[in-house]
């Protein structure tokens, strides 16, 4: 993401050239905020230049072209190319927020309305969108008008199977996880650019409640200026908790004023003519008023456009505030050391991980395995939890945690169910942390479905975390599912540490266990979409969807185990749905599931179904690709659109353009073999700047150089070749505001 910073601080510097309508220079920073900004560039890009809301940028090659669009501003002309391109942030005229809350998941639209300001009417630009998404957030879809040209994404069955997906992704694809762009070339000087956004996320849940987290943090430089554009903000907001209980609001960023209140639904509305956009993120949090354990059974029909005939279920369940006592524990840590590892990764585990032992309770077990190609043990058995025990891990992990060597998954997992075999007054748990993909995933998979099937409900609980795009991170997803365990993962460095903690945490709660579920023996059919049915955790609401035929009785009795082993009894109302599209709020569940059956089983009939439910919501999988299609409607007469209707031809121009790089892929073990460290999105080589390449003759090291004070002095002369060259570096320096380097180049470093 450093070019990312890079290209839009020199696309800032560009847009100085800038003088709006009225004679008005750009908007400029709020005080004190030009010398922070300055300091930081100083030690390298400004990561605060990075996307905090959606953005749309000029993607400049040729700075000659950065101009106002109806008044010239007559700027001296700049000669020669950016590579890579500078990118200036587009003003924002428009911007309409609309987010839907059901269950544990938000559906959101935005819309908004950008001006190409920066480029003169008589040439042309690539646009760059970015848009930048909550928690897990999955895209969903996109839609961008300018003039007479509309572009849409859509996703189709994978067409090209030899395809690789880390290709040739200009037109679009994940700049970071969770950051969406699109690119749309050829953009006219002076355009506006509409452009509606779709994507799904999930709610964040902590202590009974649920909030909504986007980015909204729109920075000071795509403000219109005020005597210029009138800017109105929209923001729409709608809950359906699914339950016929109180639902009590917590906070909100932003003031949303209640509209009304439907049932279990509530509505809320901003609108209003703003001096700037939204310096804040938006923010909205509620809880569903529980002292205790509490939920319902939703069912929704089979419509016609849906995948399977059968109708769907959702089983959802909330801890609630009671307080219940969690399962004590016995816990095993795997930790992948392969070379892989090596840096940021593993510091960031090794934190993770030596917090989360802190977070132990007295009474608990522990133990910690390394593996590589060996195996490193911390104890030859179950340790207590006491503060000795504790603290002597410091020192171990330390010394153990390093990075070297292959992987291999099997063996550890073996030894750790060894190790949790004799446990009996606590609940046995595994976690896994690796970043590697293997041979025999399949096999363990099988193996570890044996074992806790012939243990039954002393079982291991396994919980799976993947470290970056090298790992397979569906196998990770099934074998938590044969566990009744949880899987995260954190697709970029920074996330780790804290990715870890939330997913131990949420594992290591459980205060029910062995989930079962009666008064379903009369339906004529029931699946559940994962292996087996998870424990339910103080941090996390429980959400178990499948498929059935039959009719679902009024009530449904869970049933389950408490941390002193006393049954316990929940009796859940059946709740026929008209307000929440049950469908759409499970559709990314259900996709990764199925996905992870049909991988380990290989079973051609699940791929079909993954298919056909990514294409209906559509929600890219694993089986099916996003496309961008443009479509150019050219000015043609009445007559000639009869004559192209008569002939069967279409009336526009489409064209299909494959985004790349969207999907997490099925593991490289290639990559693992090999060690390779670079399976983080934000883990790239770095790019190197080059303004221009025209130098020749003398001075071939001129072309790559932007301050070439450093040439001349190791040429010690200077042709006219060269002389010209520096003209034009001095031109684009210049309006880059490298004001120092064009005194070195252009007077030697004397002054004038």
């Known amino acids: 993401m450093d070019e990312f910073a890079r290209a839009v601080e020199d696309g800032l510097k560009l847009s100085k050239r800038l003088v709006l309508p009225g004679g008005l220079p750009p908007p400029r920073p709020p005080s004190g905020m030009d010398r922070t900004v300055s300091a930081a560039a100083a030690s390298g890009p400004d990561p605060r230049l990075l996307p905090t809301a959606p953005m749309a940028y000029a993607v400049v090659t040729d700075p000659g072209a950065v101009d106002t669009p109806d008044v ?185 004023k209640e509209k009304g209140r439907h049932g279990d639904k ?173 041979d025999d995933e399949h096999n363990i998979c099988q193996t570890m479905k044996t074992e806790i099937t012939n243990r039954g409900s002393k079982c291991p609980r396994i919980s799976t975390f993947g470290l970056g795009l090298h790992c397979n991170h569906y196998f990770l997803r099934m074998l938590a599912s044969i566990g009744k365990g949880h899987y995260d993962a954190a ?17 290591s709660s459980t205060i029910v266990a062995n989930i079962s579920i009666d008064d379903i023996k009369h339906l004529d059919d029931f699946e559940v979409d994962s292996e087996y049915i998870p424990d339910i955790s103080a941090k996390s609401p429980l959400c178990v969807s499948g498929k059935y035929h039959g009719k679902f009785p009024d009530t449904v009795v869970v049933k389950g185990y408490l941390a002193d082993m006393k049954e316990i009894s929940i009796e859940l109302k059946v709740q026929h749905l008209k307000e929440i599209p049950l469908d759409k709020v499970l559709t990314t569940q259900q996709i990764n599931l199925l996905t992870s059956k049909a991988w380990l089983s290989a079973d051609k009939q699940l791929e079909r179904k993954v298919i056909k439910l990514s294409i209906q919501n559509g929600l ?4 099916t690709e996003m496309v961008l299609l443009e479509t150019y409607l050219d000015k043609v007469d009445a007559t000639q659109k009869v004559k192209q209707k008569l002939k069967g031809k279409k009336g526009p121009d489409e064209r299909r353009i494959p985004l790349y790089g969207l999907k997490l892929g099925f593991g490289d073990k290639d990559a693992t073999r090999e060690n390779l460290i670079t399976g983080f999105g934000d883990a790239r080589p770095e790019e190197k700047s080059v303004i221009l390449k025209k130098a020749s003759g003398c001075c071939s090291r001129l072309a790559d150089c932007l301050c070439c004070m450093c040439c001349i002095k190791a040429c010690n002369r200077m042709n006219d070749q060269c002389a010209i060259v520096m003209a034009q570096v001095c031109a684009a320096l210049s309006c880059l505001g490298c004001y120092e380097c064009c005194s070195e180049v252009c007077c030697g470093g004397s002054e004038s």
């Open 72 to 256: 010239p501003s007559y700027q001296p002309y700049v000669y020669g190319r950016l590579d890579p391109p500078a990118m200036i942030p587009l003003q924002m005229k428009e911007v309409d927020l609309a987010v839907d809350c059901a269950l544990d998941a938000a559906h959101v639209t935005l819309r908004a309305r950008w001006w190409l300001h920066c480029i003169t009417r008589s040439r042309e630009c690539d646009v760059r969108l970015v848009v930048p998404m909550g928690e897990q957030g999955s895209i969903l879809g996109a839609e961008v008008t300018i003039g007479r040209r509309s572009l849409n994404t859509q996703v189709i069955e994978v067409e090209d199977h030899t395809v690789q997906n880390h290709v040739n992704i200009e037109s679009g694809s994940l700049l970071k996880p969770q950051l969406f762009f699109l690119t749309i070339s050829q953009v006219e000087g002076g355009a506006d650019i509409y452009a509606t956004f779709r994507w799904s996320q999930k709610l964040l849940y902590d202590s009974g409640r649920f909030s909504v987290d986007i980015p909204f943090r729109f920075p000071y430089f795509v403000n219109p200026l005020p005597k210029v554009f009138m800017k109105r903000e929209k923001i729409q907001l709608t809950v359906n908790s699914g339950f016929s209980k109180e639902v009590l609001l917590q906070g909100t960023s932003h003031p949303l």
């Open 491 to 507: 697709l970029e460095t920074a996330s780790i540490e804290s990715r870890i903690l939330k997913w131990f945490g949420r594992a």
């Open 266 to 438: 509530l509505s809320f509305m901003h609108e209003a003519v703003v001096e700037n956009w939204s310096s804040k993120d938006f923010n909205f949090s509620y809880s569903v008023y529980s002292a205790d354990l509490s939920g319902a059974v939703l069912v929704q029909p089979a419509t016609l456009r849906d995948y399977d005939d059968r109708d769907m279920f959702c089983i959802f369940l909330l801890p609630g505030s009671g307080n219940r006592k969690v399962f004590r524990k016995a816990v095993v840590f795997i930790v992948d050391t392969s070379g892989s590892m090596q840096g940021k990764p593993l510091d960031n585990v090794k934190h993770a991980v030596s917090t989360a032992l802190s977070e132990l309770a007295q009474g608990d077990y522990f133990n910690i395995i390394t593996f590589n190609d060996e195996l490193h043990s911390f104890s030859s058995c179950l340790e207590q939890v006491n503060e000795k025990t504790i603290a002597s891990t410091t020192d171990w992990i330390n010394s153990n945690f390093v990075a070297e060597g292959g992987t291999d998954i099997m063996h550890p997992l073996s030894e750790a169910m060894a190790l949790l075999s004799s446990v009996h007054d606590a609940l046995p748990q595994i976690y896994l942390i690796t970043d590697g993909s293997v």
């Open 620 to 623: 890219l999988s694993e089986y």
